[in-house]
């Protein structure tokens, strides 16, 4: 199947770089360019990529609300461009459902590990022959990214998926930020500790966790995190 990406960068150079890069990696990709947040929300909807990347600062709506606009619709892997490198930009980028982040100027060689790393996730199988885990009132599909509390399906992105499934698989056991951060998102990441806090954050709201009283993910303060064994 050929893969189709999307992306949206107002600045051309910037754009033809890593439309170049996707290409050499997937030659047979089809690569859609546009210059600006309206048009990337209507090429979105016209041709479902599987991957996306997105200019934070582009003519309007910018990044942050195309990002926010396409998670109400699709779990697709998202990737965002800024040239801020502000915690705050990236954390709400984060916040607001994407699942990675680079800063500019940036090696191509970096851009192109981190959107293979997003497919990588994206279209991973599971590591048991068994596709779906239930600890207590809450089930996970990593075949179709969908967990199910009490019944009610909710869908997840599928870095938010690998964090689950790394947490569920290990239930009761405190998992270090470390370790978290290596299995979910590589060993490159493991001193981007924010990344860990922000899908927490984002699990969280979606399972309807409380953080002060939790139900699922336990917060062991200066460790890490623990699953919630069901009772």
């Given at each position: 199947m050929t893969l189709k990406v999307l992306i949206a960068e107002?600045?051309?150079?910037?754009?033809?770089?890593?439309?170049f890069g996707m290409r050499m990696v997937w030659p047979d990709?089809?690569?859609t360019t546009t210059v600006n947040g309206e048009e990337a929300i209507k090429r979105f909807a016209e041709e479902r990529p599987?991957?996306?990347v997105l200019d934070v600062y582009m003519p309007p709506p910018d990044g942050f609300e195309v990002c926010r606009r396409i998670r109400?619709?699709?779990q697709v892997p998202i990737l965002m461009l800024t040239v801020r490198d502000g915690t705050l930009d990236k954390v709400r980028a984060l916040d607001l459902g994407?699942?990675?982040?680079?800063?500019?100027p940036?090696?191509?060689?970096?851009?192109l590990a981190r959107l293979r790393a997003l497919?990588?996730?994206?279209?991973?199988?599971?590591a048991t022959p068994e596709p779906c885990i239930a600890v207590g009132d809450l089930s996970l599909d990593y075949t179709t990214h969908e967990v199910r509390v009490r019944g009610e399906v909710i869908r997840l992105t599928s870095t938010e998926c690998r964090l689950l499934e790394e947490l569920v698989r290990h239930?009761?056991?405190v998992l270090s930020h470390r370790h978290l951060l290596e299995q979910v998102w590589g060993p490159g990441y493991v001193g981007d500790a924010h990344y860990l806090k922000v899908f927490v954050r984002r699990l969280r709201r979606k399972l309807g966790d409380d953080a002060e009283r939790p139900r699922y993910i336990r917060t062991e303060w200066g460790i890490g995190y623990r699953f919630i064994p069901s009772r």
């Open positions: 107002d600045a051309r150079d910037v754009a033809e770089v890593v439309a990709c089809h690569v599987d991957l996306v109400e619709i699709s994407a699942d990675d982040y680079l800063t500019k940036f090696d191509h060689l970096e851009l497919l990588r996730r994206a279209s991973r199988t599971p239930a009761g056991t």
